[in-house]
């Protein structure tokens, strides 16, 4: 499966992706993950000190940079056959004017989508806000985006670039009742009708 999960902060990304990485070890399945490579800073990878510094990076820097790391990524998508990237092209569409650089818009996202492997499969994560506030509460990120008045409009946008993008796969999952330990499941059944004949004849298997 080739998997680019979007959504705001805290809907659950980082959680579906991990239990999906354990769950795939598990099975003989090895995906290629990425997680934090599109958010900045990448502090799932980088120490505190890398994290600081591409925080503090110039507007005109981060926009480079990002753009750098998202075509780079395109090549990831074709050498793995399996693999989950965090965010991807549409978080960029959506943050990287809001937060990174002010000054320069994502014009790209939609020809990346025509280059990408046609079984790629969209994944679009809800969760209703006062969950996610919550859970902001419960465990704040060391670099925090989104701000609790704005979740309502950044999901919206969300929405708009998942209704408009050139996926042939697409699925809508809601994790405001899922736990980390339910998610996978619930996932796995979810997204059954959008996998290709290689990954509905492997996930058949491990029914019987």
């Known amino acids: 499966m080739r998997l680019i999960l979007i959504g705001t902060e ?13 769950w795939g070890l598990s099975v003989g399945k090895h995906f290629h993950m ?16 890398d994290q600081q510094t591409m925080w503090n ?10 753009r750098m790391v998202i075509y780079y990524h395109l090549e990831i998508l074709e050498r793995y056959n399996d693999c989950i990237f965090g965010g991807y092209h549409i978080e960029e569409k959506i943050f990287g004017p809001r937060y990174y650089h002010p000054d320069s818009e994502v014009t790209y ?19 209703d806000p006062d969950v996610i ?10 670099f925090e985006l989104v701000k609790s008045k704005d979740i309502e409009e950044i999901m919206e946008e969300f929405k708009h670039e998942h209704d408009h993008s050139y996926f ?7 994790t405001t009742n899922l736990t980390p330990d339910t998610v996978l499941d ?22 019987k």
């Open 34 to 49: 990425d997680d934090g490579d599109f958010t900045i800073p990448d502090y799932h990878h980088l120490d505190e000190t």
């Open 186 to 207: 619930a996932f796995l059944e979810a997204v059954r009708p959008q996998t290709d004949a290689r990954d509905l004849i492997f996930l058949d298997s491990l029914r």
């Open 57 to 66: 990076m110039s507007p005109v820097l981060k926009e480079r940079f990002q």
């Open 10 to 22: 805290y809907v659950g990304k980082t959680t579906l992706a991990n239990a999906l990485r354990d």
């Open 168 to 174: 042939r796969q697409k699925v809508a999952f809601d």
């Open 133 to 142: 506030r919550q859970r902001m509460k419960d465990d704040p990120h060391p």
């Open 109 to 127: 996202h939609r020809w990346l989508e025509h280059k990408m492997p046609k079984n790629c499969i969209l994944v679009h994560m809800t969760c």
